[in-house]
């Protein structure tokens, strides 16, 4: 009598095919390095924040984002992008600010 191994047996479903889906994390990763290579150069970190935006916008149509991830993502764009220079480091150094499930509360 043999004896087989489920995970030797190839899943129904092909990953190989499937797109490429960012989770909350990588957005948030993505977003936070972006600022934070330009921490001395607000303006070009708002920029870079708008076309990353624009990013997940379109990642969203395609419905690669859920409409919580991306409404998260755009309280904190909103906050980075309308923020002067001392308003940018004190976002930049909230560390809250950039754990999954902020809701924009706090400073």
């Known amino acids: 009598m ?4 489920r995970f030797w ?46 990013e997940w916008g379109d990642a969203w149509k395609r419905m690669e984002v859920e409409g919580s ?3 998260g993502l755009d309280r904190r764009a909103l906050r980075l992008i ?4 001392s308003e940018w480091s004190e976002w930049l150094d909230n560390e809250r600010f950039w754990m999954p499930g902020w809701k924009g509360e706090g400073s």
């Open 82 to 85: 309308r923020a002067n220079d």
């Open 9 to 54: 047996q190839k899943s129904s479903s092909d990953i190989g095919n499937e797109p490429h889906i960012l989770g909350t994390r990588i957005w948030l990763q993505e977003l936070r390095e972006l600022c934070e290579r330009c921490f001395d150069n607000r303006e070009e970190g708002q920029r870079l924040v708008r076309e990353l935006q624009v």
């Open 2 to 5: 043999g004896w087989k191994w």
């Open 69 to 71: 991830l991306k409404q």
